[in-house]
């Protein structure tokens, strides 16, 4: 009950949004005060959430934990700061502290392109709690967001920082990297460049590509599921993808993207296309999309806020329509597919 409550104020002042004129100062202090209070359940929760135990029983082992030779699965920016929070004598709540933080702060810097963050924070926490439960890829998602965004204003000390640290913390997010980077480049060059990016840079990414899903997903990748499963997980990400192609189609339809935006609105396409061609070998590849989750939700809340159509347009109606529809069963899907570990919502008072 607790989220459908969240979900439904979040929905509502949503839409408020778009009906009432909204000023900066309002969509400021709306977004500090919602991201406040989630930022505060990412860090106070207990037990619950995906991935739960695999990462406290790496926090209570670190005490015998090699960070050199025996980090494992585990990349090394989350087992570094794991090891720090460890080693001061804090508890597991200390180190949820200071990944939150991060990922706060990485939500601020993403934040100073969106005019309207009501729709931002609906967007994302239909498709991941906003990163309330949030994994080392969720993380990852935040901050090479953060670095492409510093690519296009060309600021490409920032643009390097932010995409190590996201690297280190999953290393899909240099494949991210290198598509954005890709895109742009080939976009602004002539046609022979384009010919030599064509075969040498992509072949590269894909050569990347391959060995980060071996050396992380490797024993994913050879766990056989039934025939009928893959049917049906592809089935799901089709739709999933269908979805996200049509939000985006609308959304460029509805405003005008500057040229550097473009860069950003093709490489989630790119990515959503991998999503969906990769999850015919392993669903391992629909994680992609996760990585360009705060992307989709700053393009599609710009365009609607900046929109340049009439709102009689059927372009329009339709995105409002996919947005204020669609979101809600993603966000049922979202939480009924794992109950399990959603539901209840526990704090660390509850585990008292």
């Known amino acids: 009950m607790t989220y459908f409550l969240a979900y439904s104020f979040l929905w509502l002042s949503a839409a408020l949004s778009l009906c009432v004129k909204n000023t900066r100062g309002v969509s400021v202090l709306f977004y500090c005060a919602v991201s406040f209070l989630f930022y505060m359940a990412s860090f106070l929760r207990w037990d619950v959430g995906t991935d739960w135990d695999g990462y406290y029983r790496f926090y209570g082992k670190l005490d015998n934990f090699d960070f050199v030779t025996q980090q494992g699965w585990w990349e090394p920016a989350y087992a570094f700061i794991a090891y720090f929070s460890n080693a001061l004598g804090n508890g597991f709540t200390f180190f949820l502290f200071l990944i939150s933080t991060m990922v706060a702060f990485g939500k601020l810097l993403i934040v100073r ?34 670095s492409l965004l510093f690519f296009i204003e060309k600021k490409y000390a920032g643009f390097l920082i932010f995409t190590l640290v996201a690297t280190l913390f999953h290393y899909g997010a240099l494949l991210v990297s290198l598509m954005g980077v890709g895109i742009a480049v080939f976009r ?37 599921a039934s025939d009928a499963s893959k049917e049906g997980n592809f089935i799901r990400n089709f739709l999933k993808c269908f979805y996200w192609y049509a939000i985006l189609f609308l959304s460029g339809k509805v405003s005008s993207l500057y040229d550097r935006q473009k860069d950003i609105f093709f490489l989630v396409y790119l990515i959503i296309s991998l999503s969906l061609l990769g999850s015919l070998v392993s669903d391992v590849f629909t994680r992609l999309i996760i990585y ?15 929109s340049k159509v009439s709102k009689r347009s059927l372009y329009w109606q339709s995105l409002l329509v996919f947005i204020f529809a669609g979101l809600p069963l993603n966000f049922y899907m979202l939480i009924s597919g794992y109950s399990d570990l959603y539901i209840p919502y526990e704090t660390i008072w509850s585990n008292k």
């Open 188 to 224: 602004a060059q002539k046609n022979v460049l384009k010919i030599f990016l064509s075969g040498v840079v992509i072949p590269i990414a894909l050569v990347c590509a391959a060995l980060i899903v071996k050396q992380k997903y490797g024993v994913y990748l050879a766990e056989k």
């Open 113 to 146: 392109w969106v005019p309207g963050t009501a729709l931002f924070v609906l967007l994302l926490f239909s498709v991941n709690f906003y990163d309330v439960f949030f994994v080392r890829q969720n993380v990852s998602a935040v901050f090479i967001s953060v």
């Open 292 to 306: 360009v989750y705060p992307l989709i939700a700053l393009i599609v809340s710009t365009a609607i806020v900046r």
